[in-house]
């Protein structure tokens, strides 16, 4: 078997004891939060320059009027 592998008596979870698994396992989750970050920052700043191009369509309208 896997000797890194070791079954939790009390909750029966396997559980894996190697700690460069888990090293990289917690910077690919690092890493996916950074970009879910990212994404959603460029998300927030889309719908702000929506916003200012809905504004600025609307002076338009104002001016030309």
Do not use: C, F, P
């Not at 009390?10 to 460069?20: E, L, P, R, Y």
């Not at 700043?45 to 809905?54: A, M, Q, S, T, V």
């Amino acid at each position: 078997g896997h000797t890194h592998l070791v079954r939790d008596v009390n909750s029966n979870a396997i559980i894996n004891t190697n700690k460069t698994d888990y090293q990289l396992y917690m910077q690919r989750v690092k890493v996916r939060e950074r970009q879910g970050d990212k994404l959603r920052g460029a998300v927030k700043e889309i719908n702000n320059l929506k916003k200012e191009l809905r504004e600025i369509k609307e002076l338009v309208k104002k001016i030309v009027k």
